[in-house]
């Protein structure tokens, strides 16, 4: 009896041992992040001037809408599914605000000929499964199977950014009242049109330059790292392809 209570007790514990095991392995398969979160190609399919104008359009976004777009590459999976894998991914680079979970991670894993878009809960509104789905089919898999990962990555980014622009606004920042000759609501309204026609046309381009050449005049102690992920989490769905 003794005999079968130690048996039953060691393959549970073995059990368990390689349970832990399996998930410290999807875990490890997950890199971390290297500068601003946006762009994550570890498989070094984007030229750099496709990285450069990814970057500036996700900061962009981000600063103007808090939401967080950003695509990961990676050469394999290592044995993971790329869903397990994206989810994943998602929570430790936590996109998206804290409170809105407006995030979004494209995943395109090279060994795997595989791509995915998962989507945070604040998100699934404007990008359900359905839509995530046909933009890989549009903007994705026809690069892919033309052996173009990075017009791929490229294309599919900026259709995501265009697709989720309107959802959300940043958190509004008191102001110091300053006088000015055109009125206050005008001011508004021709912000909000130029930050818009920007973000629809040009992807927040425009905007990221305009506020980059700001920061370096005005130098105030702010953030001068690495933008990372503003807390949010997964679980808003998505959808994924092979090619």
């Known amino acids: 009896m003794v005999r079968k209570v130690t048996s039953l007790f060691l393959l549970i514990t073995s059990f368990c041992f390689l349970y832990g095991l399996t998930n410290v392995h999807a875990e490890a398969a997950i890199p971390d992040p290297i500068g601003d979160i946006y762009v994550q190609d570890f498989a070094n399919v984007l030229s750099e001037e496709e990285e450069t104008k990814l970057q500036a359009v996700g900061r962009g976004l981000d600063d103007q809408t808090s939401t967080q777009v950003s695509v990961l590459t990676v050469a394999s999976l290592e044995g993971t599914d790329i869903e397990t894998f994206a989810n994943e991914a998602f929570r430790k680079y936590k996109l998206g605000n804290a409170e809105k979970n407006n995030g979004v991670l494209l995943v395109l ?7 995915r878009i998962e989507t945070g809960y604040g998100l699934e509104g404007v990008l359900p499964d359905g839509k995530a789905g046909r933009i890989l089919d549009e903007y994705a898999i026809p690069y892919l199977k033309n052996n173009q990962p990075g017009k791929a990555v490229t294309e599919t980014y900026q259709m995501i ?20 000759p055109i009125p206050g609501w005008l001011m508004i309204i021709i912000i909000v049109a130029l930050v818009f026609l920007d973000i629809k046309f040009f992807g927040g ?5 305009i506020l980059s050449m700001l920061s370096r005049r005005g130098g105030g102690g ?9 807390g949010g989490s997964a679980g808003g769905g998505g959808a994924g392809r092979g090619w």
């Not at 894993?109 to 791509?115: D, F, M, R, V």
């Not at 381009?205 to 330059?209: I, M, N, V």
Request: a positive charge; aromatic letters at 4%.
């Open 205 to 209: 381009a425009l905007s990221y330059t």
């Open 161 to 180: 950014t265009k697709t989720v622009s309107g959802e959300y606004k940043a958190d509004e920042k008191p102001t110091a009242e300053a006088k000015s």
């Open 109 to 115: 894993a090279l060994k795997e000929k595989e791509i």
């Open 222 to 230: 702010g953030s001068g790292g690495p933008r990372g992920g503003g």
